[in-house]
């Protein structure tokens, strides 16, 4: 499974594949049937389910699940509260319905939306709330739940980092109404593009399979429910090619190895940098004890956006890839334009200038962390003496 980094170098991230990507693939391309729904789509799904007990829809993305999940929830003129700091597929989703994103703070500590700033944002145009699950840690379901119940709301989890990780033992996407999956190549998981909606509430399930299928009943009639399909409802084409889903199978089927590799190196970081966490000048990732995460992302929240600068250039000097990430939603042009913004954006606002992602995946070696640890330790050390 592993190949190992280029020499020197460490890349930021790289898809961990098993020997069965090409033997599927084959496989798909002897069977001649290469279109969305066939056998290998079949048996991810089946996969899928199994694991997550809910039904589940594979789409060509993360992104395509939230346009379905937003297509089902909303209509013009709806509110919608997600965090600010996600990917822009988590607002233009439900901004394509013609609803306004409401972005709202996010935690110190997770980096998930703070869902004791929800109910404040709640107005009577409220249709949605989307916890984003940063880093395959889950943000705090049961007050979300609770508000969501107590206000009529749906609650659509955006997942596409949290695929194997858990709140209390229940898997990420399986807890809302709807939830969402990224096997995009810089997930743990990868179909190089792909993505699912789960449906955990069986009252999608009809209208999910339309809006699928380009607006049509095309699902029944190749179930033999129908003896001709047509055009029902608004829709587009979300399936997967099958020659997505043979490299997705491939990958469902070592997912756990993979994840467990990632956990390793992640508790190595972790490990390693609980000094520079004790010199006050960056502080490691939290994870609350509800919280199973999937080891997708490794990131430090530095003191000063001028030492993870430091830093990152560091990191970057010595060949290691180390990234920023979101420019906040409620910032940017199309946020500005689309959104609005309930209460401060402070956390929000310091931590996208002051985080850093480390490079993690199946690639590296227990030596390529520690480099990388090793180089964290030299800036941090060399600015707490500047600070002292
Ligand atoms: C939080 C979040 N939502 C949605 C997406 C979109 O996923 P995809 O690339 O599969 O469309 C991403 C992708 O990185 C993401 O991080």
Redesign the pocket.
Known sequence: MAQQCVVDKVLFNRPDFSHRELQYLRECLGGGDLAGDGSFTGRCRSWLEGQLGATVLLTH??????EMAAMLTVKAGDEVIMPSF??V??ANAFVLRGATPVFIDIRRDTLNIDENLIEAAVTERTRAIVP???AGVSCAMEPIMAIATKNGVAVVE?A??GYLAHWKGRPLGTMGSLG?L???Q??NIVSG???ALILNDSAFEGRAHILREKGTNRTEFFRGKVDKYEWLDIGSSYLPSDLIAAVLLAQLEVANEITAKRLRLWARYHQGLSEAERSGVLRRPVTPEEAHHNGHIYYLVFDSNKLREQARLALLKIGIEAYTHYVPLHSAPAGRRYGRVAGQMTVTDRVAATMLRLPIHGSMTEEHIDKVINAVTQVWRASARTYA
């Open positions: 993305s993360c992104t395509a699940a939230l996600t990917f597929s988590t984003v699950h940063y955006d596409a980092q969402t990224s096997f995009h810089s997930k593009e792909g993505g």
